[in-house]
């Protein structure tokens, strides 16, 4: 059961261009929506993350957007670097009750910026 | 930064075997994790605990995993008699009070 989609196994951009990275989720109980980076052999690296109550949220090179009623996000990053090249994780967040909030994951997008 | 920390970063064990791996979590945080990655897979939910006690656990974590968190600062994974299909990276995570948790860097692994 795939709650949260990464359609697209990997993505290859030119330096300096707009890398756009898609996320799809189907729970709609998610309420908490992050973005992780991740190298290889490195655990997940915290990104940006958004709120279900708010559509966009930036930070420096990132943004993230947030489109509720499509359930979707997407991360772009602009300018693109060679540095931001690894694997890129959609997650949502849920509480569960009993202070419980677990993190769900899409399988992850991996992004080559080409110098 | 603050940042959560694991080790071993490797473990080769056989298959029957106990293995412990450990994380300390960030020093404020209240919320702990494990989560782990086969190999090519997505990372996945085992636990959750909060105040000294499993708030919940996923289809993974059966009878033959536990969690503890013996002091101030350490907070554990047992899986009791390893199996093949244990082999995987496992994080640790911890989050205060804000939504976002933390990763460590993993520990990777391998059941002969």
């Known amino acids: 059961d795939q709650q949260v989609k990464q359609n697209s196994p990997s993505l290859s951009v030119q330096e300096g261009r707009i890398s756009i990275l898609n996320c799809d989720y189907t729970?709609?109980?998610?309420?908490?929506f992050l973005w992780y980076k991740k190298y290889p052999a490195e655990g997940p690296t915290f990104l940006i993350s958004?709120?279900?109550?708010?559509d966009k949220n930036e930070d420096g090179r990132f943004t993230v957007f947030l489109n509720k009623s499509a359930k979707h996000l997407s991360l772009h990053i602009v300018p693109s670097q060679p540095g931001d090249s690894a694997v890129y994780f959609c997650?949502?967040?849920?509480?569960?009750?009993?202070?419980?909030?677990?993190?769900?994951f899409g399988k992850g997008t991996k992004l080559s910026v080409i110098p | 930064e603050p940042e959560v920390t694991q080790t071993p970063s490797h473990q080769v064990t056989q298959m029957g075997q106990e293995v412990i791996l450990r994380c300390v979590p960030i020093?404020?945080?209240?919320?702990f994790y494990w989560y782990r990655q086969i190999l090519g897979q997505k990372v996945e939910f085992l636990v959750s605990?909060?105040?000294?006690?499993?708030?919940?656990k996923s289809e993974i974590f059966d009878d033959q995993f536990s969690v503890e968190r013996p002091d101030g600062s350490n907070f554990t994974l047992k899986i009791r008699s390893t199996k093949l299909e244990d082999s995987a990276m496992y994080f640790c995570?911890?989050?205060?009070?804000?939504?976002?948790?933390?990763f460590g860097p993993g520990t990777r692994l391998l059941v002969l």
């Open positions: 995570a911890s989050k205060g009070l804000a939504e976002t948790q933390y």
């Open positions: 729970n709609s109980m998610f309420d908490y």
């Open positions: 958004i709120s279900s109550i708010k």
């Open positions: 997650a949502a967040n849920t509480y569960s009750g009993a202070g419980s909030y677990q993190l769900t």
């Open positions: 020093s404020n945080h209240l919320y």
């Open positions: 605990f909060y105040n000294n006690e499993i708030s919940e």
